[in-house]
């Protein structure tokens, strides 16, 4: 367990009364490219949510290394997050702002680096990300695939420990969705960084990730773990096969459990 980043347990969601997972424990190790996977509304995002100390546990609690988040003051928590990357499935870039500014945002906000030392940095991580030369354009004049680049650099800016996706590659073609997960395969390979996703795209899911949980809607719990690939052909949980072997003309079943 020394390698672990995150550690989640016996983590109880709810909204109110409303219970939305009970007993959830998992352990995101030093490289993982980790997927938050299961059907809609089972609470992947409510999951995240909880990772990032957006929402508070109603029991339980998520260790980054051996630190007590759930425990953590706002000092701590800061502290933390810092060494945190996140991207947001609308990308989340300000939209008045050039590429560079977008990018240089976070490094003004939490480093100490001088200006131009700064744009130095923001020139490198849209390099990074296939955006060179894209410094000066606002986001509404790149494609979607770009912003969500663009998204990814400002994730990067501060060379985090962890980063942070939610859907990733929604709204993106194909062609866009696989240069998106071979940017996050390689930014994972050059930064160490591991990487914590939720997705529902399965080409993704077999592509790029190593480790997974599966959470259930119906018995509001955490049915399954590890890697995707050998989930989809080993998972004693029917509802787990069909979902990582579906095709598109399925829909998922309820399957039992
Ligand atoms: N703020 C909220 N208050 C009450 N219920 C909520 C709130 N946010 C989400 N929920 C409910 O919690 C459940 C889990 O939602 P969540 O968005 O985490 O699911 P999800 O697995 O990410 O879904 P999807 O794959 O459809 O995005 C859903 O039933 C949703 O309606």
Redesign the pocket.
């Known amino acids: 367990m020394t390698d672990a980043v995150i550690s989640v347990r016996d983590l109880t969601m709810a ?1 109110g009364s ?1 219970l ?1 997972q009970q007993d959830v424990s998992f352990d995101v190790m030093r490289g993982d490219i980790f997927v938050i996977m ?1 059907g ?8 995240l949510k909880h990772l990032l100390g957006l929402l508070e546990p109603a029991k339980g609690e998520i260790l980054y290394g051996t630190q007590n988040f759930t425990l953590a003051g706002p000092g701590e928590r800061q502290k933390l997050r810092q060494n945190w990357g996140i991207t947001y499935q609308s990308g989340g870039l300000i939209s008045a702002m050039s590429l560079a500014d977008n990018v240089a945002l976070p490094l003004e906000q939490y480093s100490n680096y001088t200006r131009s030392e700064i744009q130095e940095i923001v020139a490198l991580k849209l390099a990074l990300v296939g955006l060179d030369g894209y410094q000066d354009f606002l986001p509404a004049e790149i494609s979607g695939g770009m912003r969500k680049r663009a998204a990814l650099a400002r994730a990067i800016a501060l060379d985090p420990d962890i980063l942070f996706f939610d859907e990733p590659s929604a709204g993106l073609d194909p062609i866009s969705s696989r240069r998106l997960d071979d940017l996050i395969l390689q930014l994972k390979e050059s930064t160490g960084a591991s990487v914590v996703m ?1 997705t ?1 795209e399965l080409p993704s899911i077999f592509a790029i990730a190593n480790n997974a949980i599966y ?1 259930d809607a119906d018995s509001k719990r955490m049915i399954e773990s590890g890697n995707p690939s050998w989930m989809r052909e080993h998972s004693e949980h029917a509802v787990v096969r069909q979902f990582l072997n579906r095709a598109a003309e399925h829909t998922v079943g309820d399957g039992d459990s």
């Open positions: 909204y409303r939305i299961g809609s509304g089972c609470g992947k995002s409510t999951l939720v529902h959470l």
